[in-house]
């Protein structure tokens, strides 16, 4: 819970630059242009944009945020220091970094002396020559500098010293943070708060002129985003005191971990990904930080009402990305607050804090009741309430829907990965499904001719709505396609609303392999209008049954979501 007084802290998202390192992910210009102003919208103050000049859609993002700024958020380019031997006021690559029109630049450089000699292969004196020289050149230009200390922490534990030689050299050309990078992601929690803690320590004495840079005192210039402040107030020190931040990596399973370790030793800022996007095992998770650190540790990250956006901007990332979210991520999964043993949910109805850290509405996601053969009568009543369905525990159709569930789940049904087969079902078992249209029968004709990659398909399907039969066919490129179509062809006429439903998702399941082709299959298909999705289940030694049952509950269920809405507006009206 933050107040007025809770510390500050500063958030610095690098998911379009860190995160797009991630195998497999790939934005273009207006997927990173999206990205960037949901991320603004959730009260990010800075946010890095790429390393502009490094590919041409970097160059072009910058551009277009010229054009169209940010509304509240600072858009920050990244860079290296430059080359050895040379000038930065003649690296080209510093001159596409001043093109992109940012005023705050992150520039990382060399913390460790191994990387300087063997990756680099230049002296240690000369590395911290080109991190003064980097600095100081872009200071000169108008810029305000955020240090990565890249492998900062390995750094620091082989050669202490001259890693914070190289803190001194960012502190004494201009840098207003220092941020310390796990880049390995190998530091465990215990390391970070004492390490962290030592550079606070030796950072803290700057104005003693420890460091040999002279008596200084802190700027009133303002570390953090402000528009309208200028770059170097009148009787104000060059720049100010550098704040700390951190940036870790996931490769130990402790970038959280980390990140949050660092704060508690007093770092300032924390970077991180949405959803721990980023490269081999990926980057701190925001995602689990802003709430722990706001709601747990009392830091103010970004306002209540836009954390209640998190949830939805971690789908928002996901689906832009075109990745599958992680429906078991901490806070913003969709398993997150789900309850599936039936005397959890007995607690729960009664006191949610009995299973649940936090409410899950803080950080916009919901409370969920799975449905399993795990369930007891609790899980039952609950998720029919959530749908709108009041059961009464003291009546056989509670007892017979448990039951009913029970048996499908032994035959490889599974419910809880599919909510709108158990609607249907609910509704079958209180004599209330609605039957919009009946499958009279259908047949599948598969083409396959050698030396093509792909084979053609050929649905018929026989439906019967308000007792008129209907026959027609369709192609697909494989049999599920072409029923699907068939089904759709046959019914878009009696409910043109079908034309809206898209089939966005088509799992299988093989459910007892040992029996070889004969095999039990499970069919998982989500479905679509738009606004809502929903997922049905069908099951058959027949994969083709199984997906038939699985697309038509489909159908018939997004049907039925129409119906109700249409209810509630004459309600209304």
Not at 150 to 163: L, P, Q, T, V
Not at 170 to 197: F, K, M, R
Request: charged share 20%.
């Amino acid at each position: 819970m933050t107040t007025n007084s809770s510390p500050q802290l500063w958030l610095y998202d690098t998911t379009l630059r860190d995160g797009t390192q991630r195998e497999g992910l790939s934005v273009s210009i207006e997927d990173k242009l999206r990205i960037a102003r949901r991320l603004d919208q959730l009260g990010i103050p800075f946010i890095e944009g790429g390393w502009p000049g490094a590919n041409p859609k970097d160059v072009q993002f910058f551009w277009q945020l010229q054009e169209n700024p940010l509304k509240q958020a600072e858009i920050v380019a990244f860079c290296s220091t430059r080359r050895p031997n040379s000038t930065a006021a003649t690296e080209p690559m510093l001159q596409d970094i001043l093109a992109a029109g940012t005023r705050w630049v992150t520039i990382f450089g060399k913390s460790w002396d191994l990387h300087v000699t063997t990756g680099l292969k230049t002296t240690l004196e000369e590395n911290l020559a080109m991190i003064r020289d980097t600095i100081e050149y872009l200071r000169s230009q108008g810029r305000r500098i955020i240090y990565d200390a890249e492998h900062w922490f390995d750094g620091y534990k082989h050669n202490r010293d001259y890693a914070l030689q190289t803190l001194e050299a960012a502190i004494a050309s201009g840098a207003e943070w220092l941020v310390l990078c796990d880049t390995n992601g190998g530091t465990l929690p215990h390391e970070i708060s004492q390490i962290v803690q030592d550079v606070v320590k030796v950072t803290g004495k700057l104005g003693t002129g420890d460091w040999g840079l002279g008596s200084r005192k802190e700027s009133s210039q303002s570390p953090i985003p402000n528009p309208h402040y200028p770059l170097s107030p009148e009787g104000a020190p060059p720049f100010p005191i550098p704040q700390i931040g951190i940036h870790t990596h996931n490769d130990s399973e402790m970038a959280v971990a980390n990140a949050i370790a660092a704060v508690m030793a007093g770092a300032k800022m924390v970077q991180g990904t949405i959803n721990g996007y980023g490269e081999r095992c990926g980057n701190a998770n925001l995602c689990s930080l802003i709430p722990n650190l706001q709601l747990k540790a009392g830091y103010s990250c970004i306002t209540e009402d836009q954390l209640t956006q998190l949830t939805e901007a971690s789908r928002f990332v996901s689906e832009v990305v075109n990745l599958a979210p992680d429906e078991h991520a901490p806070f913003v999964g969709r398993s997150a607050f789900a309850h599936k043993g039936g005397i959890h949910v007995s607690a729960v109805e009664r006191n949610p804090l009995t299973y649940e850290h936090i409410q899950p509405e803080q950080v916009g996601n919901r409370r969920r009741i799975v449905i399993s053969e795990q369930s007891g009568l609790s899980n039952v009543l609950a998720k029919a309430r959530s749908f709108g369905i009041e059961l009464d525990q003291q009546k056989a159709e509670a007892r017979e829907i448990l039951q009913r569930l029970k048996d499908l789940e032994s035959e490889g049904f599974q419910f809880e990965a599919a909510e709108a087969s158990f609607v249907l079902l609910m509704h079958e078992a209180l004599g209330g499904r609605q039957k919009f249209f009946e499958v009279k029968g259908f047949q599948v004709h598969c083409d396959l001719i050698e030396g093509k990659e792909t084979s053609n398909a050929l649905a018929t399907v026989k439906v019967a709505v308000d007792g008129k039969n209907i026959l027609e066919a369709a192609e697909g490129n494989g049999p599920v396609a072409a029923l699907d179509a068939a089904l759709r062809k046959a019914l878009v006429n009696f409910y043109p609303q079908i034309a809206t439903f898209d089939l966005t998702d088509y799992k299988v399941r093989i459910l007892n392999g040992h029996t070889g082709t004969a095999a039990k299959t499970r069919v998982l298909v989500e479905s679509g209008n738009g606004r809502q999705r929903w997922t049905t289940v069908g099951v058959s030694t027949n994969i083709l049954a199984a997906s038939y049952q699985a697309v038509v509950e489909g159908l018939e269920y997004g049907l039925l979501l129409h119906s109700q809405a249409e209810a509630a507006v004459k309600a209304s009206s």
